[in-house]
């Protein structure tokens, strides 16, 4: 089999069809949007960086939800525009920072909370909204740019819309301190480990404050 036959057969193999695509999409969008749901009823579960899921939080505390939605908003239309044109999805900012903030703070500033707060009709919501996207991306890319042959349709990139996350290394450790004095060193802990290891120390204060957190809990 040459390679031009090779290419013939992922074509019409599911991880690599072009129909596929959207449903990958659908079912990431589900689980974020989800997990927003789970953010705005319990305050956990929200999938993205410190800084961006504040702004959401800002509006929960606040009542004005134009930051996030405006935010949200713009990175989820910029990125399903960049993947029509090149075939690349970004979830951190399509996905994650999208549906994940923007959607969600245009439906609560609109009063549609019950498609927030609602765990079920979040993962519909999600599923549809993530469809959405993905038959659009499809859709542009099939008829108009023809250009699946070289990309499958379109794929998908791991990857943060901005890099604010590097940053918050020295906010989550003074976040930490100011919990507990033990939770504050388990997040130096780590954070200092994390910098010898040459990665984002962030990640390293977050599991260094959460080891000395199960020993040494905060009594509330």
Same mark, same amino acid.
Request: net charge neutral.
């Given at each position: 089999?040459?390679?031009?036959?090779?290419?013939?057969?992922?074509?019409?193999?599911?991880?690599?069809?072009?129909?596929?695509?959207?449903?990958?999409?659908?079912?990431?969008?589900?689980?974020?949007?989800?997990?927003?749901?789970?953010?705005?009823?319990?305050?956990?579960?929200?999938?993205?960086?410190?800084?961006?899921?504040?702004?959401?939080?800002?509006?929960?505390?606040?009542?004005?939800?134009?930051?996030?939605?405006?935010?949200?908003?713009?990175?989820?239309?910029? =990125?399903?525009?960049?993947?029509?044109?090149?075939?690349?999805?970004?979830?951190?900012?399509?996905?994650?920072?999208?549906?994940?903030?923007?959607?969600?703070?245009?439906?609560?500033?609109?009063?549609?909370? =019950?498609?927030?707060?609602?765990?079920?009709?979040?993962?519909?919501?999600?599923?549809?909204?993530?469809?959405?996207?993905?038959?659009?991306?499809?859709?542009? =890319?099939?008829?108009?740019?023809?250009?699946?042959?070289?990309?499958?349709?379109?794929?998908?990139?791991?990857?943060?819309?901005?890099?604010?996350? =590097?940053?918050?290394?020295?906010?989550?450790?003074?976040?930490?301190?100011?919990?507990?004095?033990?939770?504050?060193?388990?997040?130096?802990?780590?954070?200092?480990?994390?910098?010898?290891?040459?990665?984002?120390?962030?990640?390293?204060?977050?599991?260094?404050?959460?080891?000395?957190?199960?020993?040494?809990?905060?009594?509330?």
């Amino acid at each position: 089999m040459d390679e031009k036959d090779s290419n013939l057969e992922n074509t019409k193999n599911f991880w690599f069809a072009d129909w596929s695509f959207p449903i990958f999409v659908g079912l990431l969008s589900a689980g974020v949007y989800a997990g927003t749901s789970m953010y705005y009823n319990y305050g956990v579960g929200a999938f993205n960086e410190v800084a961006i899921v504040a702004m959401l939080k800002a509006g929960m505390t606040g009542g004005s939800y134009g930051a996030a939605a405006a935010f949200g908003a713009s990175f989820l239309f910029a =990125r399903v525009l960049e993947g029509s044109l090149d075939g690349i999805l970004d979830l951190g900012g399509s996905i994650l920072t999208g549906v994940g903030i923007g959607v969600p703070a245009i439906f609560l500033s609109m009063g549609l909370k =019950r498609l927030v707060n609602n765990f079920v009709i979040a993962i519909f919501v999600g599923l549809i909204i993530g469809l959405l996207i993905g038959g659009i991306i499809y859709f542009i =890319r099939h008829f108009t740019l023809k250009q699946s042959k070289a990309t499958f349709g379109a794929d998908v990139m791991m990857g943060a819309g901005n890099d604010t996350g =590097r940053f918050l290394g020295p906010l989550i450790i003074l976040s930490a301190v100011t919990a507990s004095i033990p939770i504050g060193i388990g997040s130096i802990i780590g954070a200092a480990i994390f910098y010898g290891w040459k990665k984002p120390i962030a990640g390293g204060a977050i599991i260094g404050a959460m080891i000395l957190g199960f020993f040494f809990p905060v009594k509330v």
